[in-house]
C-alpha cells in the first residue's frame, strides 16, 4: 500500500524489501464476526514461521541506520500486527507470543547516535513503545511469571529456555527505560517530555510489580542462570532510579 511503499529504503536491496513486505503482509489480519463487536486479530497459520524470518532478517540489521527496522516501523508492523496477536493469543500460544516478544525487542533497540538517521530511528522507537505502554504491556509482562516462578520453586529449566527467556525479558525493560533517554546533544529541549513519558513507563512498571521481581532477581544475581545478567541488572536500576527524586525512590523499591 502506499504507506509501506513510503517506507521504502534504498539501503536494502529491491529483493530483500519485497521478501520483507511479502512476510509483513502474511502475519495475519483484522477481520469481523458477527458475534463479536469490532475487528477481531486473525493470525496466519505460519504466523510463527513468518516471525521467525522476520528476526533472521533482523538478525542482519547490522549497519547503524538499521534500514531493516526502519522499514518495519514505517510500516507500522508493530501496530499492525504483533501488538494485536499479542492481545489475541496471549493464552494458549507462549512460543508464538515469545517469538513477537523477540521481535519487539529488535524494534525497541536504542537508536545509534552515530547513525545519520538517528532522530527518525528515535521517533519510531517512541512512537511503538508509545502503543505498547497503552494497551499491551500487563499482557506481555505476564509471560515472564511461569519461569520466574519455577525459579523460586527450584525447578527452573535449561539455560536455554527459561533462563533465556527471563533475560530477553529484561532486556526489554531495559529498552522500554532506554527509549526516553536523552541521549542527544539535540534533544535538550525535549528532556522534560522525556521526563514524564519516563515517569509513565515507571508508572506501568512498578503497577505491574515489575521492581519487585527485579530485586528478586538481583538477590540471586550470583546464581545459574542469573549470573550472566549481572550488567544488564545494573543498567536497569540505573535507569529506573535516574530521574527519580531520592524522597519517591521507596515507590521503586
Not at 509501506?4 to 502475519?27: P, Y
Not at 500487563?138 to 529456555?161: K, Y
Not at 539535540?186 to 527485579?214: C, E, F, R
Amino acid at each position: 500500500n502506499a504507506g509501506r511503499q513510503r517506507g521504502r529504503n534504498t539501503m536494502i536491496s529491491d529483493f530483500d524489501e519485497a521478501h520483507l513486505q511479502s512476510l509483513v503482509s502474511s502475519l495475519g489480519k483484522k477481520q469481523r464476526f458477527p458475534e463479536q463487536s469490532g475487528l477481531q486479530y486473525v493470525k496466519d497459520p505460519q504466523s510463527r514461521e513468518t516471525l521467525q524470518d522476520l528476526l533472521r532478517f533482523l538478525r542482519r540489521d547490522s549497519t547503524r541506520e538499521r534500514p531493516i527496522m526502519m522499514l518495519l516501523h514505517a510500516w507500522d508492523v508493530a501496530g499492525n500486527d504483533i501488538l494485536p496477536m499479542v492481545q489475541a493469543y496471549h493464552s494458549g500460544a507462549p512460543d508464538l507470543i515469545l517469538d513477537a516478544v523477540k521481535l519487539l525487542v529488535f524494534l525497541t533497540l536504542p537508536a545509534d547516535p552515530g547513525a545519520l538517521n538517528f532522530n527518525a530511528q528515535r521517533h519510531h522507537i517512541n512512537r511503538t513503545v508509545e502503543a505498547l505502554t497503552r494497551n499491551s504491556c500487563a499482557v506481555v509482562f505476564s509471560h515472564l511469571a511461569e519461569p520466574l516462578e519455577r525459579f523460586e520453586s527450584s525447578r527452573l529449566r535449561s539455560r536455554d529456555e527459561d533462563g533465556k527467556t527471563i533475560q530477553l525479558f529484561l532486556t526489554f525493560i531495559r529498552n522500554l527505560l532506554l527509549s526516553y533517554h536523552d541521549n542527544s546533544p539535540y534533544n535538550a529541549a525535549s528532556s522534560s517530555h522525556n521526563v514524564d513519558s519516563k515517569s509513565g513507563i515507571l508508572t506501568i512498571l512498578i503497577d505491574l510489580h515489575l521492581p519487585d521481581l527485579l530485586c528478586q532477581i538481583a538477590k540471586d544475581a550470583r546464581k545459574k542462570p542469573f549470573v550472566e545478567d549481572i550488567t544488564l541488572l545494573i543498567e536497569i536500576f540505573h535507569l529506573l532510579f535516574q530521574f527519580q527524586d531520592p524522597r519517591d525512590r521507596k515507590s521503586v523499591v
